[in-house]
């Protein structure tokens, strides 16, 4: 897998070369796109390293930060281009692809040889439930339109920086909660995360670095080729969001709880998936309200509302899907399932 991702790296000069010449938008989106998800990867392995030689407060800190980095950067990038639906749908899309994409895949991996596998229902829950919390405060925004549909522009913009704060701050609870007072339920993964760790700090440091800063040159590129890319294909703004960008972003979760999984270590796997999609419902979307402040059209949290639907109907399978606190691959494959209809919904909505 390790050397499958290396030779992905070779993407990254090969985009360059075709943004240096001028190739068509398609080209360079799909080039730049594929250069990214190897960088990825290697930004969450350098986390995943130096987390594991810190504290637990620390590798808490360093996973909030760079977790879900990716997305970050080019939401940042799709912010400042003015691609505000582009961002939105990416939220979207990072979630419906960790619950249903990745976990369901994880599930088929993990139980193509076993009859079941068990993992801590307690602490699944918990984050169910906060991942359920987050979502929910999304939808304010969106059901006030409704209620109130001559609420003006600028208390839409108001209601969403004041929704952000909040969800931030359940979001530090949920650390706190998971870090501090209730480590145990976390132990185990924690411990196991620990135990395959080989790069030195210094190694770790430099390549997350070398990894961002690539990540971002990238993303400028695809960002840049986003519009005239999807005039050409007949794409709209929510499709590439929700569906390719996501992916592109999530694709190193993807391998890393289908890695978990087949080595029987589910917990690990739903904490990957269900803690990556909470990350960017209560810490990535209030940061892209705050960050597009800095520029001319202001995000909000007002989100379309098959995206709406999709969040909490993704939310509650899965939290139906862990109650029990084992998986088997029928679960995944009804996760894929489910998935599968709502991107090609998206494909097919104007």
């Given amino acids: 897998m390790d050397v499958m991702f290396l030779w992905l790296l070779l993407f990254v000069p090969?985009?360059?070369?075709?943004?240096?010449?001028?190739?068509p938008a398609t080209a360079i989106f799909?080039?730049?796109?594929?250069?990214?998800?190897?960088?990825?990867?290697?930004?969450?392995?350098?986390?995943?390293?130096?987390?594991?030689?810190?504290?637990?407060?620390?590798?808490?800190?360093?996973?909030?930060?760079?977790?879900?980095?990716?997305?970050?950067?080019?939401?940042?990038?799709?912010?400042?281009?003015?691609?505000?639906?582009?961002?939105?749908a990416s939220i979207t899309g990072s979630i419906l692809g960790n619950l249903l994409l990745v976990l369901g895949t994880a599930m088929i991996a993990g139980g193509a040889s076993r009859k079941a596998q068990k993992?801590?229902?307690?602490?699944?829950?918990?984050?169910?439930?906060t991942l359920f919390l987050a979502v929910a405060?999304?939808?304010?925004?969106?059901?006030?339109?409704?209620?109130?549909?001559?609420?003006?522009?600028?208390?839409?913009?108001h209601l969403s920086v004041l929704v952000a704060i909040c969800v931030i701050a359940l979001y530090g609870a949920s650390l706190f909660f998971s870090l501090v007072t209730h480590t145990y339920l976390y132990e185990s993964d924690a411990e196991e995360s620990k135990t395959n760790t080989?790069?030195?700090?210094?190694?770790?440091?430099?390549?997350?670095?070398?990894?961002?800063?690539?990540?971002?040159?990238?993303?400028?590129?695809?960002?840049?080729?986003?519009?005239?890319?999807?005039q050409t294909m007949g794409w709209s703004d929510l499709f590439i969001g929700v569906v390719i960008v996501a992916i592109i972003g999530n694709a190193a979760e993807h391998t890393s709880a289908i890695t978990m999984?087949?080595?029987?270590?589910?917990?690990?796997?739903?904490?990957?998936?269900?803690?990556?999609a909470t990350q960017m419902a209560m810490f990535v979307a209030p940061i892209f309200v705050f960050i597009s402040l800095l520029f001319r059209n202001q995000m909000t949290l007002v989100f379309d509302t098959f995206e709406l639907v999709s969040m909490f109907l993704s939310v509650i399978i899965v939290n139906l899907v862990i109650a029990d606190g084992e998986s088997n691959w029928l679960e995944g494959a009804q996760l894929l399932t489910a998935y599968a209809i709502m991107a090609i919904a998206f494909f097919l909505h104007p």
Avoid: C
């Fill in 198 to 230: 080989s790069w030195s700090v210094s190694k770790s440091t430099w390549i997350l670095l070398l990894s961002t800063l690539a990540v971002a040159w990238m993303s400028d590129m695809l960002v840049n080729s986003i519009t005239p890319m999807a």
């Fill in 119 to 129: 993992f801590n229902r307690a602490g699944a829950m918990a984050g169910g439930s």
């Fill in 30 to 88: 799909f080039l730049s796109a594929i250069a990214i998800i190897p960088l990825a990867k290697y930004i969450g392995q350098a986390t995943e390293e130096l987390a594991a030689k810190t504290s637990a407060a620390l590798g808490g800190l360093l996973n909030v930060t760079f977790g879900n980095a990716t997305e970050l950067i080019i939401g940042i990038f799709a912010l400042r281009a003015g691609l505000i639906e582009v961002v939105k």
């Fill in 14 to 23: 090969i985009a360059a070369l075709a943004d240096f010449l001028h190739a």
């Fill in 261 to 276: 999984a087949i080595k029987n270590k589910m917990d690990l796997a739903l904490q990957i998936a269900i803690g990556s």
């Fill in 137 to 157: 405060a999304l939808v304010i925004p969106a059901v006030l339109l409704i209620a109130a549909p001559t609420t003006n522009g600028a208390a839409i913009e």
